[in-house]
Antibody, heavy 123, light 111 residues
C-alpha cells in the first residue's frame, strides 16, 4: 500500500525559499500512470492545489499562486519535491503531498495523501 | 473566492439525510469534467470519499453517494452518524486555469 510522508523545515523566513520533500513508500514513483501533487491549507481555510508532476517530469502549476513554484522528482530516491520562492506570511499553511489517479487519463483525483506538514513563514 | 462554490455549513440529526452542493461553471463541471469529493476529519489529512462523480473507493460506506448534473454536483449522506462530522471538499479540473480546483469546503455538523 502506497504511503506518502512530507518532510522539511517548519519555519521559513520571509523572502526565502520554502523547500519540502515527499517520500513515497510501498510503491515506485517511476511506475507511471500517476500524477504527484502538492496541496496546501492555511489554518482554518480550504484546500488549495499548488501543482503536479507526472512521472515523465511534465509539470503544471496553479496560475493563481503569487510565489514562483517548482516541483521536481527524484526517482532514484523515490521522492518528489516542492520549492516555493520569495515566500510571505500568506504562504503559511499545512502542506500535503498526494498521489493522483485517473479513470480515463482526463480526470484525476487524489487517492493517497500524506499526513501533512506545517510550515510557518515568519522572521 | 473558490472556483467551485459550496455552502459553508450544513447540519443534520443522526439518522437523517443531508446533501452538500458544489456549483461550478462552463469551464469545469459544466465542461464535463468529473467531480471528486474528500472528507477531512478534524486535524487530519483529507481522504478520498467519491471519485468520478459517483464512485466510492473501497471501504467507504454506501451511505455516501455522489451525483452530477449540468454545472453542479452533489454529495449525499444518508443515515447520518456522529463520525460523519467533518469538512467536505469537492474537486474538479478547470480548463481556463489548466489545473485542479477545489470548492471552499463545507462543515457538516451532526446535531
Amino acid at each position: 500500500q502506497v504511503q506518502l510522508q512530507e518532510s522539511g523545515p517548519g519555519l521559513v523566513k520571509p523572502s526565502q525559499t520554502l523547500s519540502l520533500t515527499c517520500t513515497v513508500s510501498g510503491g515506485s514513483l517511476s511506475s507511471g500512470g500517476y500524477y504527484w501533487s502538492w496541496i496546501r491549507q492555511p489554518a482554518g481555510k480550504g484546500l488549495e492545489w499548488i501543482g503536479r508532476i507526472y512521472t515523465s517530469g511534465s509539470t503544471n502549476y496553479n496560475p493563481s499562486l503569487k510565489s514562483p513554484v517548482i516541483i521536481s522528482v527524484d526517482t532514484s530516491k523515490n521522492q518528489f519535491s516542492l520549492k516555493l520562492s520569495s515566500v510571505t506570511a500568506a504562504d503559511t499553511a499545512v502542506y500535503y503531498c498526494a498521489r493522483a489517479s485517473t479513470l480515463r487519463y482526463v480526470d484525476w483525483y487524489m487517492d493517497v495523501w500524506g499526513k501533512g506538514t506545517t510550515v510557518t513563514v515568519s522572521s | 473566492q473558490s472556483v467551485l462554490t459550496q455552502p459553508p455549513s450544513v447540519s443534520g440529526a443522526p439518522g437523517q439525510r443531508v446533501t452538500i452542493s458544489c456549483t461550478g461553471s462552463s469551464s469545469n463541471i459544466g465542461a464535463g469534467y468529473d467531480v471528486h469529493w474528500y472528507q477531512q476529519l478534524a486535524g487530519t489529512a483529507p481522504k478520498l470519499l467519491i471519485y468520478g462523480n459517483s464512485n466510492r473507493p473501497s471501504g467507504v460506506p454506501d451511505r455516501f453517494s455522489g451525483s452530477k448534473s449540468g454545472t453542479s454536483a452533489s454529495l449525499a449522506i444518508t443515515g447520518l452518524q456522529a463520525e460523519d462530522e467533518a469538512d467536505y471538499y469537492c474537486q474538479s479540473y478547470d480548463s481556463s486555469l489548466s489545473g485542479w480546483v477545489f470548492g471552499g469546503g463545507t462543515k457538516l455538523t451532526v446535531l
